[in-house]
């Protein structure tokens, strides 16, 4: 098992950034790929942006030149979302993903709230 837990989320006024942090732990070793998704108010859960065990990263449209997913030690099992230039429309919960595609098991955490107000 693999457990998830965000942090970093919050209100920010348009404009203004936030980095969010996904804390892995448990059985983290087969993970491959790690990921953000957002889901906002009446919306379905969309992928904000991918990283994989070797470093690509993969962005949605409305995150490229924005967001940046990156981890800075390779020692900590932490991936963080840099987000900056926020819009009012990336208000959402956002949830951190990963996946142990080898073994098919993918896990999710429980989200933070970001509130971008206009």
């Known amino acids: 098992q693999v457990q998830l837990v965000e942090s970093g989320g919050g209100l920010v006024q348009a404009g203004g950034s936030l980095r969010l942090s996904c804390a892995a732990s448990g059985r983290i070793f087969p993970i491959n790929i790690m990921a953000w998704y957002r889901q906002a108010p009446g919306k379905q859960r969309e992928l904000v942006a991918t990283?994989?065990?070797?470093?690509?990263?993969?962005y949605a449209d409305s995150a490229k030149g924005r967001f940046t997913v990156f981890r800075n030690n390779p020692k900590n099992n932490t991936v963080y979302l840099q987000m900056n230039s926020l819009k009012s429309e990336d208000t959402a919960v956002y949830y951190c993903?990963?996946?142990?595609?080898?073994?098919?098991?993918?896990?999710w955490g429980k989200g933070t709230l970001v509130t971008v107000s206009s």
């Open positions: 990283r994989t065990s070797r470093g690509t990263a993969v």
């Open positions: 993903y990963a996946a142990d595609e080898i073994g098919g098991m993918d896990y």
